[in-house]
């Protein structure tokens, strides 16, 4: 059995702990929420068994802080999700705290403080500056979020949606090592960050084109995949709607589960791989695969 007693653990020289959110959906929309048992859950951290010591469903009440994270070198056509995005906000439950900001040289930029009121949030949607390359690397702005997350609240669960095209200015290749991105998935691991994106092409960028949708659904797709999320994009063009990605986000929200572990680990914090199985059909699961891991204490 995959599962350690807590016995079997105890015997390890060196334990780490770590919590993550998994997302739990029924394969098809309308159908009845999975519930998943505790022993359905197998865990490995870096290869090695881990003993599962929390494993719960959300509730209702549970928080949410979602930043809503726009590249601001998109173009104005963007405004034609604007609506689509007003009334996500608009028809969030009442768990959920939103704020709004912009990719800009770098940083993310906060139009609005986390909350819970429509009216306060949608103030700071406004169209993006337009300039091509005026957000520098989405994954620099990632990271900067990452490092100065806008509230300390560690019970709540903390989800991004980039709008942006994934492409590194900086190295635009396609590069499942990128330094840039590679950092951003640590950093968004430490801050326990679950990052989704909703692929955008830019438009009137300089300098060849070919190859760069590949490119950037590739990279965003690595970022959701490590840090748990999902990555919406429709071909190599832009999404005629928002709407539909969006709604997918609200039904993430009600199937999320916390899960928390313990493995044999170093002395020092550090950001480990993490793989489950769940021994449940019709399925599909999202789990982080990087894991910040802290030391327990003896």
Request: hydrophobic share 40%; with cysteine.
């Amino acid at each position: 059995m995959a599962l350690l007693a807590g016995s079997a653990l105890a015997g390890a020289q060196n334990l780490s702990q770590g919590t993550v959110v998994v997302t739990v959906l029924p394969k098809h929309e309308g159908e009845v929420p999975l519930r998943v048992a505790q022993q359905d859950l197998n865990a490995k951290v870096d290869g090695k068994n881990a003993e599962v010591t929390l494993w719960r469903p959300y509730a209702a009440s549970d928080y949410v802080e979602l930043v809503l994270l726009l590249d601001d070198g998109s173009r104005s056509s963007l405004g034609r999700q604007i609506s689509d995005i007003e009334q996500f906000v608009k028809t969030l439950p009442p768990n959920v705290r939103v704020a709004i900001a912009y990719m800009q040289n770098g940083s993310a930029i906060f139009e609005t403080p986390l909350s819970t009121d429509p009216a306060v949030v949608l103030k700071g949607l406004h169209l993006p500056s337009g300039g091509p390359g005026s957000s520098a690397s989405p994954y620099f702005c990632l990271s900067e979020l990452a490092r100065h997350w806008p509230s300390n609240d560690t019970t709540a669960r903390r989800e991004v949606v980039m709008v942006t095209d994934g492409v590194d200015l900086y190295q635009m290749g396609f590069d499942p090592d990128n330094p840039h991105m590679q950092a951003a998935i640590e950093d968004a691991a430490r801050a326990h960050l679950i990052v989704d994106s909703i692929y955008w092409q830019m438009e009137g960028r300089p300098g060849p084109r070919y190859g760069e949708s590949f490119v950037g659904q590739g990279m965003l797709q690595i970022v959701a995949e490590a840090t748990g999320g999902k990555s919406f994009y429709m071909g190599s063009g832009n999404p005629v709607s928002f709407a539909p990605y969006l709604n997918e986000m609200q039904r993430r929200f009600r199937n999320q589960y916390v899960l928390g572990f313990t493995a044999p680990a170093g002395r020092k914090p550090s950001v480990e791989e993490l793989r489950i199985k769940l021994r449940v059909s019709g399925a599909d699961v999202d789990v982080p695969h990087k894991v910040w891991m802290t030391p327990v204490a003896k």
